[in-house]
């Protein structure tokens, strides 16, 4: 049988702790472990990984939520996505559960080779990033404590993968003078680079699982520019809380906001699954551009799906920023609820 993950030396991964560092401005306060693993053992390790963080039955539930509002087509398999998604990981990834490090190659020689080829070595430092991040702050932790892909988790994994990313960059403007890309640069390269050569997944998916590494990496670059390194550390102890204020923080509150969960449905009826998803959620749900996402007036949301004694129904409540924008955007979601659901009302 082959072994599911060989413990390395920390000899090889050495110049790559030092280069990842180095671009974060922080040192490593214990050694990281890492582990050889066969390409061919990624995907059941990955899958492993995923049912660790998100509980099968609860995922399904909230799949169940996102296709009765729409946000999901009908009979969309979202967990096969998701691990067809994460398994095209090549080089290595950081587990946080484990606190590891797995570099992909099939025996020793294959790693040497591996860790010669320079977008190899732009990957691992990425990872290492990542393992800087859980030995210098709580954040990592607070995501692995979400049940549910929400509006939080999406602004968690947005300054996560944003500060990765430019530990990355700023790696490979030390390394070899390449200057650190814009946010706007690094997005186009995203689209047309990254994102077409990734499987074909449902928006929803797209919009959780790929938009936080452009939008993440424009929010870290805004606050290097602002307050250089100290303001990338101070963001892991002050992170962004919500898509509003990761995709417009000159508009948005500080802290997280919510409504307060009304009385829902008549007696008889249970909360089967519920979820908040924020300005990015809505504005896919309407059907805008990610440039139009940041002009809606968002300011808190959530979502239930109810399990009645005759018939499953949903419910989304919805606060926008004022009285104005309320009659500006109302025939916008109930136009977009009847096209969900024929019978659904606004109110």
Request: proline residues 9%.
């Amino acid at each position: 049988r082959t072994p599911d993950a060989t413990p390395l030396p920390p000899e090889p991964l050495q110049p790559f702790l030092e280069r990842a560092a180095e671009a974060r401005g922080r040192e490593f306060r214990r050694p990281v472990r890492a582990s050889l693993v066969p390409p061919e053992r990624v995907g059941e390790r990955l899958e492993r990984e995923l049912r660790r963080l998100l509980d099968p039955d609860v995922f399904a539930a909230q799949s169940a939520l996102l296709e009765a509002i729409g946000l999901l087509p009908p009979g969309a398999d979202l967990w096969g996505e998701l691990l067809e998604l994460q398994g095209e990981a090549v080089a290595g990834y950081y587990a946080p559960l484990d606190d590891g490090l797995y570099v992909v190659a099939r025996d020793p020689d294959a790693l040497t080779r591996s860790l010669a080829d320079p977008l190899t070595g732009r990957i691992l430092v990425h990872e290492l990033g990542h393992a800087l991040q859980a030995q210098h702050a709580r954040i990592m932790e607070i995501g692995l404590g979400l049940l549910e892909p929400d509006d939080l988790a999406f602004a968690l994994s947005s300054l996560l993968e944003g500060d990765a990313l430019f530990t990355e960059m700023r790696d490979a403007e030390l390394q070899n003078g390449v200057p650190r890309p814009g946010a706007a640069a690094y997005a186009q390269v995203f689209e047309t680079d990254i994102r077409l050569g990734l499987p074909d997944v449902s928006p929803w998916l797209s919009a959780m699982f790929l938009s936080p590494y452009p939008a993440g990496y424009a929010w870290v670059a805004t606050r290097y520019e602002e307050a250089g390194l100290a303001g990338l550390d101070a963001a892991w102890l002050e992170p962004p809380l919500s898509s509003a204020a990761v995709l417009d923080p000159s508009r948005a509150r500080p802290g997280r906001r919510e409504v307060r969960a009304p009385d829902l449905g008549p007696v008889g009826c249970e909360v089967a699954a519920t979820n908040a998803y924020g300005m990015i959620g809505l504005g896919l749900w309407l059907g805008l551009s990610a440039e139009a996402r940041v002009e809606l007036p968002w300011r808190s949301d959530r979502a239930w799906t109810l399990d009645c004694e005759t018939a499953r129904g949903w419910a989304w409540l919805v606060e926008l920023g004022s009285a104005a924008d309320l009659e500006t955007w109302l025939p916008r979601l109930h136009a977009r609820a009847r096209e969900v659901d024929p019978t659904a009302t606004v109110a």
